[in-house]
């Protein structure tokens, strides 16, 4: 059974930080091409960020220099690092493993706010 369990989200003050864990279980973590997405109130889910099983990372462009994702194959995590935050980063962010098959994690709520 796959597994995708994020962690971390919060409400923080604009220009703060927050860091998002994915735990995944279930699959080969090394070969998926894991994602950070997120969905604000009334919109589409977007993508913000991945990265591939080699290491590689894009990034939504509103999220380029303050936005980091990484991943540790030993412990089946991927992250994602979030700094200077904006009220518009306000979102539910979502994990997601991609490789032969997709899966997505519960979310997780981000809410920046003074």
């Known amino acids: 059974q796959v597994q995708l369990v994020e962690s971390g989200g919060g409400l923080v003050q604009p220009g703060g930080s927050l860091r998002l864990s994915c735990a995944a279980s279930?699959?080969?973590?090394?070969?998926?091409?894991m994602g950070w997405y997120r969905q604000a109130p009334g919109k589409q889910r977007e993508l913000v960020a991945t990265?591939?099983?080699?290491?590689?990372?894009d990034y939504t462009d509103s999220v380029k220099g303050r936005f980091t994702i990484s991943r540790d194959n030993v412990k089946y995590t991927v992250y994602l690092q979030m700094n200077s935050l904006k009220p518009e980063d306000t979102a539910v962010y979502y994990c997601?493993?991609?490789?032969?098959?997709?899966?997505w994690g519960q979310g997780t709520q981000v809410t920046v706010s003074s």
């Open positions: 997601n493993a991609k490789w032969t098959s997709v899966h």
């Open positions: 279930g699959i080969i973590f090394r070969v998926y091409t």
């Open positions: 990265i591939t099983s080699s290491g590689n990372t």
